[in-house]
């Protein structure tokens, strides 16, 4: 990884303090909430400080995690010695979380298991050290599912994390606790990752900006080439420019960078795109008339801003690709089972993993030897297919879900096995962007009748985040939904 100099820093910040500045001319509306790019140029002119924004930060997550429970290990004496240490990089001061899933030295490592429960994490993790270059601070760890395995956010280790735009609805996952904590205002911006939509479910349940990035594209994911590394790191926030920044400081670059590095995007493009545009998610199932309707107004937005639609099937079999993903995602579980079972020093059982883990590991036992390599090449030829369909379009638009935010109900652990099961793999559609290594990024492009937030997704090509970037700052300026409020807020 190259480093950026001091100076480098600078002049970064310099662009994002320059960056589409936020305005508030929504009807009724008074202010836009202060995000992380505000935060930071605060900072430098000295009209605040670390020590200050982390303080009032950590007020905010204890007003706001008893009804929420986004954040499951505070580390409130940790973040104010950061603060008072001094800060720099782009982002300097800026209060934020590390989602559970990923090693912080010292401090809780859970991956929202009852099995790690009392581990500590004993290094930082690559990406974390690159994190806490760009001078943010964080105060504490986000929750999680367990072991980043479902589509919602209810951990029994740690209950469930609540939707601050209704507690009885979830928030998805896996990145559920920080999309939470950054809806309700608790931070500006907060750490995320995703293996099949962990970033992007819950953004679109929270009302938030969620980019998925290309593979091998972030800091520590130098090796990542294959089909089956799934996993990439980045953010949730409120704004585009937020997202922009953090993505900008995190990814990768130098002799080991996979791509070009994209850098600062700062506003909306001069290109006007080639947008195809599938009303079903990507698993086929239809969407809910409150789904239908965001998506139906989003295509006259979009030919208004110079762009063209036009209708885009899926470029490959769905039903095939489907059952490949349940053997892929079986045997992964199988892996994470056994892997627990030699941390653990005995067979991980019900009273070390939830029910919904197990059953996960049990398809990937009783697949047959070969049923691995069989999924890898049905799911290759699905990429071939998704990706071809960019050398006729630039960017492939689809709602993120095909229904609102799930009620806390739908994926209780409390269901039998089977159920969970079925409703897990008809939750997370966005997969097929993990597979193909393309980034995707979901916007807060409406709501439903009953207020809850709803998103659309947007992919591209790999190494094409710059255009996702500028699109979404496109469609940020038109409908300002950093504006929106949810009932639970302390901003």
């Known amino acids: 990884m190259t480093k950026l100099t001091r100076r480098g820093f600078a002049q970064a910040a310099a662009l994002l303090a320059a960056a589409s500045p936020l305005k508030a001319q929504a009807s009724g509306a008074t202010a836009a909430p202060m995000d992380a790019v505000a935060m930071a140029e605060a900072v430098r002119q000295g009209r605040t400080t670390p020590s200050e924004l982390v303080e009032a930060a950590i007020a905010r997550l204890e007003r706001a995690n008893p009804q929420i429970n986004a954040v499951a290990y505070p580390n409130f004496e940790r973040a104010r010695a950061m603060a008072a240490a001094g800060r720099t990089g782009p982002l300097a001061g800026v209060p ?45 760890r986000s929750t999680t599912p367990e072991l980043g395995l479902s589509g919602t956010t209810q951990a029994l280790l740690t209950g469930p994390t609540r939707n601050p735009w ?24 907060a750490h995320a990752s995703d293996s099949g939509g962990s970033i992007r479910v819950p953004a679109a349940a929270n009302g938030l900006v969620g980019l998925k990035p290309s593979r091998g594209r972030m800091v520590g994911a130098e090796l990542d080439r294959a089909l089956t590394d799934l996993t990439v790191n980045n953010c949730v926030s409120r704004t585009v420019r937020d997202t922009a920044a953090w993505f900008a400081a995190t990814e990768l670059t130098g002799p080991g960078a996979r791509y070009a590095p994209v850098g600062v995007v700062t506003g909306p493009g001069a290109q006007r795109l080639r947008i195809g545009v599938h009303p079903a998610e990507t698993n086929g199932a239809p969407s809910s008339p409150d789904v239908e309707a965001v998506f139906a107004q989003a295509l006259p937005l979009l030919r208004r801003l110079g762009h063209t639609t036009s209708d885009q099937p899926l470029g490959f079999d769905l039903g095939r690709a489907n059952e490949a993903m ?166």
């Open 96 to 140: 934020t979380l590390i989602k559970d899933v990923t090693p912080q030295n010292g401090l809780p490592f859970t991956f929202g298991s009852r099995a790690y429960r009392n581990r500590i994490g004993s290094i930082d993790s690559p990406y974390v050290v690159a994190v806490e270059r760009t001078g943010v601070v964080s105060i504490g």
């Open 166 to 189: 209704n507690l009885d609805h979830s928030v998805g996952g896996s990145s559920g606790g920080a999309a939470a904590a950054v809806a309700a205002g608790v931070v500006p911006v």
């Open 326 to 491: 349940r053997v892929m995602f079986g045997v992964a579980a199988a892996g994470r089972v056994k892997a627990v079972g030699v941390d653990l020093g005995h067979e991980a059982g019900p009273d070390d993993l939830e029910p919904l883990t197990l059953g996960l590991a049990e398809i990937g036992r009783r697949s047959p030897p070969d049923a691995m390599g069989g999924a890898v090449a049905t799911l290759g030829e699905a990429v071939q297919g998704y990706i071809a369909q960019f050398d006729t379009i630039d960017v492939f638009m689809t709602p993120t879900q095909n229904k609102p935010p799930v009620p806390l109900s739908y994926l209780d652990q409390s269901l039998p096995l089977d159920i969970q099961m079925e409703r897990l793999f008809g939750f997370a559609p966005t997969w097929i962007d993990n597979i193909a290594g393309t980034p995707a990024i979901t916007l807060p492009m409406g709501q439903s009748r009953d207020g809850l937030p709803l998103g659309l997704q947007f992919s591209t090509r790999p190494g094409g985040e710059a255009i996702l970037l500028q699109l979404a700052f496109e469609l940020e300026r038109e409908l300002q939904w950093y504006l929106r409020k949810p009932p639970i807020w302390v901003g």
